[in-house]
């Protein structure tokens, strides 16, 4: 199960493959779930396991992903 090119271009919720609307809870349960698979012990890959967990702090972060979800707005606005 390959990831969707983390990072590349794509928003921090492509990364995790989950949706803007998606719960606090449920994106701990994404997470654990590719820390898993891409874990750099098991995948030998810790780029993308970087991107993943960067986008992991974020996004379960309320306050940091009210700030990024605005810096998504104003990016589709320009």
Do not use: C, W
């Amino acid at each position: 199960m390959p990831l969707m090119a983390p990072g590349t271009g794509g928003s921090l919720y492509e990364v995790l493959r989950i949706e803007p609307t998606t719960m606090i809870s449920e994106i701990k349960t994404v997470y654990r779930s590719l820390v898993k698979v891409y874990h750099p012990d098991l995948s030998g890959n810790g780029r993308d396991f970087t991107k993943i967990h960067n986008a992991y702090e974020t996004l379960s972060d309320p306050k940091a992903r009210a700030v990024y979800d605005m810096s998504l707005v104003s990016t589709r606005r320009q």
